[in-house]
């Protein structure tokens, strides 16, 4: 149990156009999801929080208006990269968290590589 | 602001080697630690979590311990094996972020099992 999936697992873009990146929880439902990106050899970084039914809340220094989060179902969260640049070429993983388990046990998607040309 | 250190950056021991990896963090009201896995372009595998009031788990050839007032933990891994070969990421539930919950990670211990 506790399955959380991203699709796609890779996604090649070109300069300017935007990407939608899906999490899902496939097995229970996640009142809070988290988003984070990856640069190569480097951690995790938090981008934001996501709670079903609200705005997101964003780490500083994430812009909201390029990074756009909707969390409309209890299984769901999509993270849309706006006007894509080479900058934001990135791993990106999800998170959930599962009702019956810990305040901080999070349950982490498979990621999705993103590539901008 | 917490912060997660992890040291070394990179590891490399022959196979059967046991081996210990560090994690440290700034801040220690913590409500929990975590060890996780990453191969290569995948997501993360959770290992070991370790409650603030424990001092420490085991997994079969894993171990690990928290000392949450020195602010530390470390993974011990016994036998060493090529397939222990990925990075290695110690992450903090870090109270200070409220109802948010949130996870502070470290940067990770590339670990390789030479064969």
């Known amino acids: 149990g506790a399955v959380v999936s991203q699709h796609p697992s890779r996604v090649i873009c070109k300069s300017g156009t935007s990407v939608k990146i899906e999490c899902r929880s496939l097995?229970?439902?996640?009142?809070?999801m988290f988003w984070y990106r990856q640069f190569p050899k480097q951690s995790l970084m938090l981008m934001a929080t996501s709670n079903e039914g609200s705005k997101a809340t964003y780490e500083q220094g994430v812009e909201k208006d390029k990074f756009l989060i909707n969390h409309a179902s209890l299984t769901l969260s999509t993270l849309t990269v706006t006007s894509a640049h080479p900058e934001d070429s990135s791993f990106y993983i999800c998170?959930?968290?599962?009702?019956?388990?810990?305040?901080?046990?999070?349950?982490f998607g498979p990621g999705t590589r993103l590539t901008v040309t | 602001k917490q912060e997660v250190t992890q040291i070394p950056a990179a590891l490399s021991v022959p196979e059967g080697e046991n081996l210990v990896l560090n994690c440290s963090f700034t801040?220690?009201?913590?409500?929990?630690l975590q060890w996780f896995r990453q191969d290569p372009g995948k997501g993360l595998t959770s290992l070991l979590l370790?409650?603030?009031?424990?001092r420490e788990q085991t997994s079969g050839r894993l171990n690990a311990s928290l000392d949450k007032s020195s602010g530390r933990s470390t993974l011990y891994i016994a036998a060493s094996q090529p397939g222990d070969s990925a990075t290695y990421l110690c992450a903090v539930g870090d109270i200070s972020s409220g109802s948010a919950r949130q996870l502070t990670f470290g940067s990770g211990t590339q670990l390789t099992v030479l064969p």
């Open positions: 801040d220690s009201a913590i409500y929990n």
């Open positions: 097995d229970f439902q996640a009142t809070t």
């Open positions: 370790i409650q603030s009031s424990q």
């Open positions: 998170s959930a968290n599962h009702p019956r388990a810990g305040p901080y046990e999070q349950y």
